[in-house]
């Protein structure tokens, strides 16, 4: 195997780990958004 | 200044948002120039050839898992002793990237270890000191979600990273105490054994690291309060309009 094969891997896993981390933040603060909107359309409807 | 008015989450909240995107900013440009100077201006390495260039995100990674624990560590006394909610929940914020660097410091040292001793992998000092980081991080993450009340999870967890610190030192002196395959550090207070070209790819990757880390935190951060704030009025009036 040579060099590029060891470069693309540390490179490309390092990348796809900081792409996924972003992601799934986004994903966590838009169901934190949608929690908080039903728990309050709930309440208004009570 | 008045600290106070910033350990406020609905006060941090508003800071946090207004900071965060800069960091990212500055994360990019360092990225950019570091990766610039890494791949084209530094040369080619005597011995280990191009595989080399791995260093340039190994060691900001490896940096940055030990720094980000310590910080989160600091964040945990700091809620213990004052029972403050903030500092319990920066500490959160800091575990999944302190965990990621880790994994990423762990991954690419595999990836730089297979062509420069021939192995991925080897259980010396520096190595799995290394991991038991990675095992704390995910100690931390899953007590912290462990109970049903979040503060009794801010402390257990908090108490878990206190006790963890211990093994900072021992992956910083590992090299030093026993006789590993890993190296000895490059750089150091008085000097450094590297090319300049070299030194300066692996400053500006640590500054875009420490840049990433500080945005994500802060980001971070932010949808954790939204979570734990959920029922205050401030935090209602944030998402869209009933």
Redesign the interface.
Known sequence: ?N?EY??A???G??AV??VA??IL?RV??AR??R???E???LE?QD | MNWFYFASPATFYRLAGRIAPWFFVLAAIFAAAGLYVGFVVAPTDAQQGEVYRVIFIHVPAAWLSMFLYLVMAAYGAVSLSFNTRLAAMMARALAPTGALFTFIALWTGAFWGRPTWGTYWAWDARMTSELVLLFLYFGFIALANAFEDPRRGDRAAALLSLIGVVNLPIIYFSVQWWNTLHQGSSVSFKGTSMHIAMLQAMVLMALASWMYAAGMSFSRVRAIILERESRTHWVRALARPA
């Open positions: 195997m060099h060891f470069l891997m540390s490179y896993a390092a780990a900081i981390e972003i933040l966590r603060r934190a958004l929690r908080i909107e728990e309050r359309d208004t």
